[in-house]
């Protein structure tokens, strides 16, 4: 698969939180030539944090890493990419136990510790021996580099992804270091977006919590590429506590917001590298009733094939975007509404504006970064959602082949 | 455009019920060398249906046509195709206003009983005085066929749609004949889908609004191109009293069984001229909690763009039904599931079944006609919705021009 023409030019530098070492195996199982196991190992006392997906038919990693992250600390992350372990019955939950109790028993370290995370094909019995093979180079490798690590999560993601920023906190410099994988896709399965964050800050579980699931929802939960969510999304968050601890409302706030940075840039990577992209959509709802109906108002207008393919036909469509808003299903008054396409003011009272010209708005459209800003006129929500074109290559990579 | 290879080989044979006139003329606003006008003028005491878009940035026609059906009663239906008089402000109401009063004096009926359709670009301002130069020719025209009727309404579907079915009450032989068009596009708009039907059974216009409501649900409720919903989507229902009068609870029902029967028959001819479909597809869902979560949770497999480019790919890829289901937000158990694609049982107990055979699943669907089941297992809701497959067709239509 060809290099996303949005992906960044290189693997940016990241730091390495203390308290955290990664290191990467090939299982054979499915891919050739290439490493599909990540182990995360922490030290004692990290607290862990996770968001998940809202799926009815979640793979049997995400229901067992929900009790992980309920219980609040972790030793260990076991990722394998190829196959996700969905929708594997009972099977597929005694796997992930078969395979915990094993590295429990490896790494000397409570199974009530261990969370696991599986991404690829659905439906498949997954083989655990396969992967137990290789807990020994896992344990025994030197660390490997975050650059490795978010290589070995891929599945046919076509960059490898990873964000790191730091903050200051009590005159500390507190790091925040992650990778992602998405959306890419592997016959017959569906895309799935997984992140594994470490900070070395110290913080509590449900601080740590709080934290993931507000940075969440301006970044994981503001993207889309087709509106179809996996049975294995997941966000996991972690804190091993080697540096400062973060306690007042102040300090976390400062975390808060690194920790936004840091999963936004995530999020916007993973979009950048959706099936077929070859532009990358901001969208800003503003004047919505709330940011709840304006969230939902961004993702009408995210979600909407003809907005994707009007913008990868680099055509001005902004007739579609008002049938977006009006789709939504949320309070949107036709005379208020005020649409702008990179930066340019379209609509006013209802209706075009009088002196409307469609040569800037067409030029930017020419751009592979796109701007739509809509203003409701009703209220003060906001919202920002990122998405990217649906062009010939979605189809070409979901469709154009036979299993 | 070529015609879709889902068309019926030709236009039904229909029969035109007592008490209603058909005109077409060519205003020559947009289309050349075709008609794009149609009048429909009903005998005194026609009675009024209509189901409307719920967008929030509705067109005025729609705007103005629920005021009519709220009055109950019509006498004439202006319909012009080329210009959807949508996102028009304050001008597109007086459109509205300005065709309705010429149309009033020219035949000597109360304004109040006129209803207008538009359908094509949006954000243009409507030229009325184009449509009204064709008055003279609308009212001394000789009636025209359904089929023209159906061709008059066009945008850019790829075939005339019209569907005609008779039911016995009371001894009399009651006549529904209708037409539609969708879910064609033209730049730079957004589909519509219209639909007017007329009987010539008499029904007071409260009984006539629910048999509509309740057959739009099972039929034009039920179908999705590409889960975009139009600011001009309109089904019209009258009924001219020229023949038996339908009161009691029994002969509605049966009205309301052949209604539904046309209604579906239009409805799915709108989806076989779906954007780009290769494929009809029938899902059926049944086990759910409530017909109103058995509806949603066909929705969201109909509208998901994966198990969507599956088809297209003649992919056997049950997973992404899985994950669709699990996306719906309503109740599922993974455990109880029941998928069977083309009549044959893939799944139970939250997996592959050990026998499951997927040679005759992948020869299904191979044929343009895909069935989807899925029992969910909790209850006794169910639902019925047709779509059509995401192909390549799709995107050179709406993204493979400039504007």
Request: charged fraction near 15%; charge should be negative.
């Amino acid at each position: 698969m060809e290099r996303s023409p949005l992906a960044p030019p290189t693997f940016p530098a990241m730091t390495l939180p203390a308290g955290v070492t990664l290191a990467t195996a090939a299982s054979g199982m499915k891919y050739q030539g290439r490493d599909d196991m990540l182990l995360m190992q922490f030290c004692e006392g990290t607290t862990l944090a996770g968001i998940f997906t809202k799926s009815a038919t979640a793979s049997a990693a995400v229901l067992s890493s929900r009790e992980i992250v309920a219980g609040g600390y972790i030793r260990a992350l076991l990722v394998n990419a190829g196959n996700a372990n969905a929708f594997t019955g009972q099977v597929g939950d005694e796997a992930v136990s078969t395979l915990t109790s094993a590295l429990a028993a490896k790494l000397h370290v409570p199974e009530t510790q261990i969370a696991t995370s599986s991404t690829g094909v659905i439906g498949e019995p997954l083989d655990t021996s396969c992967l137990i093979s290789q807990f020994e180079a896992l344990t025994t490798a030197s660390t490997a580099s975050w650059e490795e690590a978010a290589n070995a999560i891929r599945t046919t993601d076509t960059f490898a992804k990873g964000a790191s920023a730091t903050c200051e906190i009590a005159g500390k410099t507190v790091t925040i270091s992650g990778i992602a994988k998405g959306s890419g896709m592997i016959a017959p399965d569906m895309a799935t977006m997984l992140a594994f964050i470490v900070t070395d800050a110290a913080i509590t579980p449900a601080a740590l919590q709080k934290a993931c699931a507000s940075a969440g929802d301006r970044s994981f939960n503001a993207i889309t590429v087709d509106s179809d969510t996996s049975t294995s999304d997941s966000v996991y968050l972690a804190a091993t506590g080697q540096n400062v601890a973060v306690t007042s409302d102040a300090d976390l706030a400062i975390f808060c917001q690194t920790l936004q940075s840091v999963m936004q840039d995530l999020a916007i990577q993973i979009v950048r590298d959706g099936e077929g992209a070859s532009k990358l959509i901001t969208i800003d709802v503003t004047g919505a009733v709330s940011d709840a109906s304006a969230h939902r108002i961004g993702l009408a207008i995210g979600n909407s094939p003809l907005v994707k393919t009007a913008i990868a036909g680099e055509d001005a469509n902004w007739g579609r975007i008002v049938m977006a808003v009006g789709k939504a299903g949320e309070p949107a008054d036709r005379d208020k509404l005020d649409i702008a396409i990179g930066g340019h003011h379209i609509t006013e009272r209802g209706q075009r504006r009088p002196d409307y010209d469609e040569a800037p708005v067409a030029a930017h459209m020419t751009s592979d970064e796109i701007h739509i800003a809509v203003d409701i006129g009703l209220g003060t929500g906001t919202a920002r959602i990122w998405t990217c074109d649906l062009t010939h290559g979605y189809i070409t990579i979901n469709a154009d082949y036979r299993s």
